[in-house]
C-alpha cells in the first residue's frame, strides 16, 4: 500500500532533552523523505528533508537518519525549547504518481 | 523562495452558500498545485491535484461537482466550496513545488491554509 506509519503519535520531553520520531513507509521505490512541523492554526513547513542517496542529514539541532533497508526513517531534535512543541509530520514520495504520502502526525509537547 | 499566498485565511459562510478560496505561487510558476484538507488534530488529506490549463484530478471520494478546482494560470489555482454544508467545515491548504510535482525534485511547499466554518 501507500503507508506511510509514524509512531509514537504523542510525544512529551522534558526542555533540554532529545525527542526522536519514527516513521516506516512501504513504498520501496520512494527515495525523497521530508518532515513538516506544524503549529496550532498554522501551516506546515518544510524543516528537514533526505534523500535516499545519503543515510543522514543534519541541521543545527535537528537530524535524520535513513534506512532504507528497514524502511524507516527518524526525525531527531536534540536541546529541546519550548519552540519545538509542534506537530511533526512524516511524508515519502511515491514514484508511481509523483505524490508525497504522509504520516498521521506526532504531537510533541517540550516541558519547561 | 518558494511562497505560497492562500487567500483568505477564515471564512464563515452560511450552509447552502458557495465559498472561493485562492492559492498564489508568489515567486514560481506552478503547473500543479495541490489541494489539502485537514481535521482537527489529523493529518493532511489530498483532496486533488490541479493542472494549469486542464481538468483537475480529484482523489477517491472527493467530490468534483461540489470541489471545483480551476487552475487558470501558472500562478493561480482556486478551489470553491459549492453548496457548503456545515460538515465541509474544515482547514483547506493548498501547496505547490516549482518543479511542478511532489516526487521531491524540490520541496513541497504549503499556503497558510484557509479555515472555513459553515453554519
Known amino acids: 500500500g501507500e503507508n506511510v506509519e509514524q509512531h509514537p503519535s504523542t510525544l512529551s520531553v522534558q526542555e533540554g532533552d532529545s525527542a526522536v520520531i519514527k516513521c516506516t513507509y512501504s513504498d520501496s521505490a520512494s527515495n525523497y523523505f521530508p518532515w513538516y512541523k506544524q503549529e496550532l492554526g498554522k501551516r506546515p513547513q518544510l524543516i528537514i528533508d533526505i534523500r535516499s542517496n545519503v543515510g543522514e542529514k543534519k541541521d543545527q539541532r535537528i537530524a535524520v537518519t535513513l534506512n532504507k533497508t528497514a524502511k524507516h526513517f527518524s526525525l531527531h531534535i536534540t536541546e529541546t525549547q519550548p519552540e519545538d512543541s509542534a506537530v511533526y509530520f512524516c511524508a515519502a514520495n511515491l514514484k508511481g504518481n509523483n505524490r508525497l504520502a504522509f504520516g498521521k502526525g506526532n504531537q510533541v509537547v517540550v516541558i519547561p | 523562495g518558494a511562497v505560497v499566498s492562500q487567500h483568505p485565511s477564515w471564512v464563515i459562510c452560511k450552509s447552502g452558500t458557495s465559498v472561493k478560496i485562492e492559492c498564489r505561487s508568489l515567486?514560481?510558476?506552478?503547473?500543479?498545485m495541490f489541494w489539502y484538507r485537514q481535521f482537527p488534530k489529523q493529518s493532511l488529506m489530498l483532496m486533488a491535484t490541479?493542472?494549469?490549463?486542464?481538468?483537475?484530478?480529484?482523489e477517491q471520494g472527493v467530490e468534483k461537482d461540489k470541489f471545483l478546482i480551476n487552475h487558470a494560470s501558472l500562478t493561480l489555482s482556486t478551489l470553491t466550496v459549492t453548496s457548503a454544508h456545515p460538515e465541509d467545515s474544515s482547514f483547506y491548504i493548498c501547496s505547490a513545488s516549482p518543479s511542478g510535482g511532489q516526487g521531491g525534485d524540490s520541496p513541497l511547499h504549503f499556503g497558510n491554509g484557509t479555515r472555513l466554518t459553515v453554519t
Open positions: 490541479s493542472n494549469e490549463g486542464s481538468k483537475a484530478t480529484y
Open positions: 515567486d514560481f510558476q506552478a503547473t500543479t
